[in-house]
């Protein structure tokens, strides 16, 4: 073989290295970027529950079971998981058993009783 030869063989590969290489960085620049996960979120969750979430840190779930008297929030978290509510603590009284947490109700709203 003559040196003329491996040499002009070796520009050659490195040519078409250096071209693959262009041609790899451009299809891969083309890829979608992935989306970034939306810091607050709504996650439904089995058994008729919603967790609200901010940065994947549940600030608070709603429980809209249809056998509950009406939908609520439970628990109520402040930072570092500090929870504002409680549910079935021993000292509630117990004719109030039915207030769970925080729930909003209404007496009329076009027609539909949502008090009791």
């Known amino acids: 073989m003559e040196k003329g030869?491996?040499?002009?063989?070796?520009?050659?590969?490195?040519?078409?290295?250096?071209?693959?290489?262009?041609?790899?960085?451009?299809a891969l620049a083309?890829?979608?970027t992935a989306k970034p996960i939306p810091r607050v979120q709504a996650v439904p969750l089995p058994h008729h529950i919603t967790s609200f979430q901010l940065d994947g840190r549940e600030l608070t779930a709603m429980h809209f079971d249809p056998q509950d008297m009406?939908?609520?929030?439970?628990p109520?978290?402040?930072?570092?998981?500090?929870s504002l509510t409680r549910m079935g603590h021993?000292?509630?009284?117990?004719?109030?058993?039915?207030?769970?947490?925080?729930?909003v109700t209404h007496n009329m709203v076009n027609g539909l009783d949502f008090w009791g």
């Open 30 to 32: 083309q890829l979608p």
């Open 90 to 103: 021993p000292h509630d009284p117990l004719t109030h058993s039915h207030h769970n947490s925080v729930w």
């Open 5 to 26: 030869t491996v040499q002009q063989r070796c520009g050659e590969m490195l040519k078409h290295s250096i071209l693959f290489l262009i041609s790899a960085s451009a």
């Open 70 to 74: 009406r939908p609520f929030w439970y």
């Open 76 to 82: 109520i978290r402040a930072s570092k998981d500090v």
